[in-house]
């Protein structure tokens, strides 16, 4: 397949994965490195070593604690090889048997795979055909046995690894491992994300640099359409051709503990937590000595940036929220008309590009499939892209023109909190700078919005000591089985948002609308008890803010239990509210930055009271890696 076709993929999440090699007992820093991945893929989890006697393999449906008790009735021979994965369902159910590692027909090779291969019913046919059986539903096996095929029939295993991504369609990252060759391990990828750890006499290859941070700091980021071919000492890169290719090697700026809940009950909890930290982080050094705005990796001339006619949003889920939050900053500081598509939309709607649109992608991990292509088909047009990611050298930011990076530190929870305020926050500083290099701001106006966004961190954290109250509402409402949101200009994602998060979280229906959007309809959900939040707009923007507050009577009218978030010292709304929860006064632009993070916590508050599990909801996993 080419890497830039337009094809429709069957959507799937990420699956960790993991590989060592080196003097450590291997399956232990696999089972470790698969615990700190289980945010990628909880339904199933396996692990593999190389042993004198061939390949022994430990394999259990369900949560990595499955494994793990496994293993303390049936260990795996401690060697210095392994791999291990943590899988998200979609080739077969989540049993024993789908689980990864796969094993070849004659037990030589045994393979692990994140992603989808779109031709997996032909090669199987064709495999069955030469009399190999299988086992299990999944399309991983597939590649296994192709594998095994190859490598039987004489080839080495970085070679035969070559030969078979070429007839592989669709999306993956495969880890490999010989019987005959235990010092090895052979990996590939295209279109979903694969990192090398380098350890001094190890090394790891992994698709979160998580799985491997308690050994090094030390990482390459793998190109698309690569082989590495991995020792304890040695590392090859190559394309799917055996040509040599190059890689990219970073270093990770966080350490272990950053992935560790530090006492917090939920890794989502702690990261709610930490945006006063993250959004400081992605605001921090944004100006120049002489005092002008610059950013991250920025490969476009002004020039180009100046004769842009039209903007572009690209992006999923939350992150397309932050985008919508994101056109009304940057049309309103740059005059520029600004579009916000969701991703997995943009391309089958023939969307009028030119040079002259610039599309700005928002991912969290850089690796999301449909925003990728997205951006693929966007870059065909000839337009520029800049990509918002919170991944040092993930694909989207390789492959964008300039990148803004949120500096959010890793995200475990699976439903985004940091990630969507540092999302925003990244949002203001592209819009600030377009409106620099076009001259649509003054530099004293940009600087004042600047000083502003400088406090918000200290503004979060003053809604975070005063949550107690959402805490004591999400008891309340533990039986409630529908909550509406509403909202106005930047009020209206945010409502979106918070509709989202209680979907993920507490299974609940939650839907989100603009407050104008009542009496069009949505009014009619409105029943007695029927428990309504309203983000309502700073005072004194135009006539948002009266709107609202007619919109907060009309729905109480109507039976509804108005929980409402508003400005200190709004007293306007007081009348009308049956729960008020006092934000710290801030421009309506910057309001998503302190009216989310009540929304997130009552989201987080409710799950744990309904005893869901917050950091894994069901059917969910961090990122969307296929279309």
Partial sequence: MSVCAVKAITVTS?????????????????????????????????????????????????????????LASDPLPETGIGIGHTRWATHGGPTDTNA??????????????????????????????????????TDTEVAAQLLGDVVAGGADLADAMRAVCLRLEGAFTLVAMDATDPGRLVAARRNSPLVVGVGEGETFVASDVAAFIEFTRHAIELGQDQVVDVTATSITVTDFFGNPAESHPFEVTWDLSAAEKAGFDWFMR????????????????????????????????????????????????????????????????????CEVEIASEFRYRDPIISGSTLVV????????????????????????????????????????????YTHAGPEIGVASTKGFLTQV???????????????????????????ELASTPDKIQQVLESLDQITDLAARFIDTKSVLFLGRHVGYPVALEGALKLKELAYLHAEGFPAGELKHGPIALVEEGTPIFVVV??????????????????????????????????????????ILFRLPKVSTLLQPLVATVPLQMFACDLATLKGFDVDQPRNLAKSVTVE
């Fill in 361 to 404: 992608t928002i991912s969290q991990s850089g690796e999301t499939a449909d925003t990728l292509m997205a951006i693929r088909h966007a870059r065909e047009q000839k337009a520029k892209v800049i990509a918002i990611c919170n991944t040092n050298g993930a694909t989207i930011p390789r492959e964008s023109d300039a990148v803004i």
């Fill in 270 to 337: 702690k990261e709610i937590f930490e945006q006063p930290r993250a959004v400081a982080d992605t605001l921090l050094g944004r100006f120049t000595p002489e005092g002008a705005l610059t950013l991250d990796e920025l490969r476009i001339p002004e020039a180009e940036l100046r004769s842009v006619d039209k903007i572009i949003i690209v992006a999923c889920g939350t992150a397309y929220y932050a985008g919508m939050v994101a056109k009304y900053a940057i049309e309103h500081w740059t005059r520029i008309a």
């Fill in 14 to 70: 990420m699956c960790g994965i993991i590989g060592y090699v080196g003097p450590r007992v291997a399956h232990a820093v696999v089972v470790e490195g698969l615990r700190r991945m289980e945010y990628r893929g909880y339904d199933s989890a396996g692990a593999a070593v190389i042993t004198p006697d061939g390949i022994s393999v430990r394999k259990k449906a369900g949560k990595i604690g499955n494994l793990d008790a496994l």
């Fill in 425 to 451: 926050a990244a949002c203001y500083l592209l819009g600030l700078y377009l409106a620099q290099v076009r001259g649509t701001m003054y530099g004293d106006e940009i600087a004042a919005v600047m000083s």
């Fill in 100 to 137: 990864h590692p796969h094993v070849s027909a004659d037990g030589r090779i045994a393979l692990i795979h994140n992603g989808i291969i779109e031709n997996f019913a032909t090669l199987r046919a064709e495999l069955r055909a030469k009399g190999v059986e299988f086992s299990s539903e």
């Fill in 537 to 578: 707009p700073p005072q004194g923007r135009d006539q948002l803010h009266d709107k609202v507050v007619s919109n907060i009577q009309e729905v109480r009218a109507r039976g509804a239990l108005t929980i409402v978030l508003a400005e200190e010292g709004d007293d306007e709304v007081t009348p009308y509210a049956d």
